[in-house]
């Protein structure tokens, strides 16, 4: 059995110790939240699984490494504190661990991500002999593995489009969304993450592992950004009022130039209400999907709708996010130490788990 620790227990932590728990080769030892209010509480119970596995949280993350976990699930977010992220996730790795993360967006494609940053992270991997694999759903499997994986369904292929399409009064983060992304803020606000350069440093990866992955030569990458304010003032479950005439759509594009044409494009369609910009694509039905469309013949589109925590779609995306990088933690260990991507880190059949659940 791998042992494992957690590192954070909200959106996304809470579903990797489920994750974590379900899988045959797993064994969850440690806990690390940095909410005082959590620590000592177990694991199953910040997990949400109604019933104790025996691991209470702690925030001394140095006696948690100390123990020499085999593997580390970095669960707390990277958005608002990218530096003090990737410190921990260096501290982690010189413990001698295989580290899996969704929050160092920079890092998703290791061969092209910032030269100094590339480098502690070696560092850090020759010192202590540890691992780091980054990935999530979108950055993340929903345009690197899947878009690869269909387009060798293709005889030819012209374009590469990976879509997320979301309602994110859903998305479990209000900071993010109102102040991020911008939603419900006036539009003369200058939202961070539509901030010119920002999409190509969470999205460029991507374009680029595929770029490689296709055998395809970039002349650079573009963005495309358009925004949309409420018609009226609407009101959402999880996150109160948002006023007419505020933000209430966004619509971007990262585009990967092929010979002078968009042939690799990441689009994000984001509403807070489904009645702002109705024209722009739209889920086949709830709150979200990820779809993947090749153009070219024949024309290929792939749809895919998670959901979990009672139908939550933006939980569902969590998950898969989640269960990409807990799945290839065994596979990792019985690798040499280094710095991965999606491409060297196989997505393999669930051997061992039908039938198993955490819950």
């Known amino acids: 059995m791998i042992s494992v620790v957690v590192w954070g227990t909200g959106n996304m932590g809470r579903l990797a ?32 699984l109604g019933r104790d596995l025996g691991v209470a949280a702690t925030a001394d993350a140095g006696a948690v490494l100390a123990a020499r976990p085999q593997a580390v699930v970095y669960a707390a977010s990277g958005d608002i504190r990218p530096d003090d992220a990737l410190a921990d996730v260096l501290t982690a790795i010189r413990a001698g661990a295989v580290v899996v993360t969704p929050a160092l967006y920079a890092i998703y494609d290791q061969r092209g991500a910032p030269p100094e940053m590339r480098a502690e992270v070696l560092d850090a991997i020759t010192e202590g002999g540890g691992s780091l694999f980054a990935s999530g759903v979108d950055p993340g499997w929903g345009n690197d593995v899947l878009p690869l994986l269909v387009s060798g369904l293709a005889g030819t292929i012209d374009v590469v489009r990976c879509q997320e399409i979301f309602d994110y009064s859903t998305y479990d983060q209000p900071d993010s969304v109102r102040y991020l992304v911008g939603m ?22 991507q374009v680029r592992l595929m770029a ?12 495309t950004v358009d925004r949309r304010p409420l018609d009226a003032t609407i009101t959402t479950a999880s996150m109160g009022e948002f006023e007419k005439g505020t933000q209430g759509a966004v619509r971007f594009e990262v585009q990967g130039i092929v010979a002078g044409e968009p042939r690799i494009v990441v689009e994000h369609v984001t509403r807070i209400h489904p009645s702002c910009a109705p024209d722009w694509p739209v889920p086949p039905d709830g709150d979200g999907a990820h779809r993947v ?13 998670a959901t979990d925590e009672h139908g939550n779609r933006a939980a569902g995306g969590n998950a898969t996010a989640a269960g990409r990088l807990v799945n290839a933690i065994d596979w990792l260990v019985d690798a040499e130490p280094g710095l991965y991507d999606a491409l060297d880190v196989p997505v393999r059949p669930a051997a061992g788990r039908l039938g198993r659940t955490a819950s």
């Open 17 to 48: 110790v489920r994750s974590v728990e379900a899988h045959p080769a797993l064994r969850l030892t440690g806990v690390i939240v940095h909410d005082p209010a959590k620590v000592g509480r177990d694991a199953g119970d910040l997990a949400g």
């Open 293 to 305: 469309v090749i153009e070219g013949v024949p024309r290929i589109e792939v749809t895919v709708e």
């Open 212 to 223: 490689r992955a296709l055998g395809a030569e970039l002349d650079e990458i573009r963005e």
């Open 184 to 205: 419900g803020q006036p539009m003369d606000y200058e939202p961070p993450m539509l901030a010119a350069t920002v999409p190509t440093m969470v999205w460029g990866g």
